[in-house]
């Protein structure tokens, strides 16, 4: 199989990393990639929402398979693009992608699906934003309406930030505070069978101790030792599959993966947000475990037959990644520094260095390009070992300003 993945950033160095693992897999190539993908695909310069320019490189390289890594691409209706020609597409098409690209959309289908969800209110105007505020009490949780790539959330005590917040969004959801740890369940699906992937969590927030900005997420472990046994089929039967036919009852066949943010509250879990597309960080690890070949896989989301692969196979063990973020992350971070010890990390046993903002300083050289700049993998029997190993990588690396969490699975890690 010839496969074409979309997207430069961590995630994607996953998935192209897993297809190069894949026997079936002979070809792989990538847009526009980064220079860790290139040592194990293809790049190509272009512009990944573009449909034309998308379809036009998929059909000169003839691809049996395109991967939509981000959600840009799929809002634009690139995998329309790709099924309108007839070539293998992993990912929704537009109008099913506005589980991401809109939340009010999204609330809409799990109000519709009766998808346990935290209660919530669209707002436009300061009046309506005033009454949510005060219906739902603090701490106060404003969501930009569109897309914001996991930033346009703010959390706060403070209603002066919240109001400020929903100021300068425009449209806004206004919801209720879940309390409980948050698990990124991904679950893949042709419209007809869905099949879910291993729970994972994320770290949202930049610094120590949950503390500072909403970022996309600074680092992710899988699997999750104190998960309740269970939690995956109740996921799979009061939110999945409820949603699913919800869509299709809409026309909207929902064909890709669906991402499933859940708070496992006292009440049983809830739905957070739902993303089109594969999460970053978790992907570096959710992928990492997996045994199953992963290419036939994804195209079954496209060509059906995903109800035939049954269940997927894990490798035992466990995954922890530490995303490198440049100075500055989230706000404007700090680009064009050379980045040393790449060699060195990447030769620690048990790790590898998947790259996300990076870009070639000349022929030899890497830069930092991006605000998560590397999405360091530790890997081991158990979640001490692997996270001990990810941490002893992220330590030969050099990068001028950057930081990192330090407690990247400790709690589950002790917990042990
Ligand atoms: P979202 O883009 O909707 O995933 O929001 C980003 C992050 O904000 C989530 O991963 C949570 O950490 C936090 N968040 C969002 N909605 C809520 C909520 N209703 N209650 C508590 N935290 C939330
Ligand atoms: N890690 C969160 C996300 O991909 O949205």
Known sequence: MKALVLGGGGREHALVRALSLDPGVTDIHCAPGNPGISEIAENHVLNVTDGLA????????????????????????????????????????????RLEGSKAFAKEIMEAAGVPTAK???????????????????????????????????????????????????????????DGPEVSLFVLTDGAHALPLLPAQDFKRAYDGDQGPNTGGMGAYAPLPWAPPGLVDEVMETVVRPTVSEMNRRGLRYQGLLYVGLALTS?????????????????????????????????????????????????????????????????????GD????????????????????????????VKSNGGRVLSVVGTGADLRQARERAYEAVGKLDLRGSFHRTDIAERAAAEL
């Open 267 to 335: 009440q049983g879990p809830r739905v957070v947000e739902f993303n089109a597309r594969f999460g970053d960080p978790e992907t570096q690890v959710v992928l990492d475990r997996l045994a199953t070949p992963i290419g036939a896989v994804l195209q079954a989301t496209d060509t059906g037959g995903l109800g035939a692969i049954g269940s997927l196979q894990w490798k035992k063990g466990a995954a922890v990644t530490v995303v490198v973020a440049a100075e500055n992350y989230p706000g404007d971070p700090t680009k």
């Open 120 to 178: 919530a209110r669209v707002c436009r105007t300061p009046g309506q934003v005033s009454d949510a505020l005060n219906e739902f009490g603090a701490p106060y949780v404003v969501k930009d309406d569109g897309l914001a790539a996991g930033k346009g959330v703010v959390v706060t005590e403070d209603r002066g930030a919240a109001e400020r917040h929903a100021r300068e969004c425009g449209r806004v959801v206004i919801e209720e505070y879940l």
């Open 54 to 97: 998308v379809t036009e490189l998929a059909a000169r390289i003839r691809a049996e398979l395109v991967v939509i890594g981000p959600e840009a691409p799929l809002v634009a209706g690139v995998a329309d693009a790709l099924r309108d020609r007839g070539i293998p597409v992993f990912g929704p098409d537009r109008e099913a992608a």
């Open 338 to 365: 050379l980045i040393g010890g790449l060699d060195a990390a990447g030769a620690m046993e048990g790790a590898y260095v998947l790259h996300a903002g990076t870009a070639w300083d000349g022929a030899r050289e």
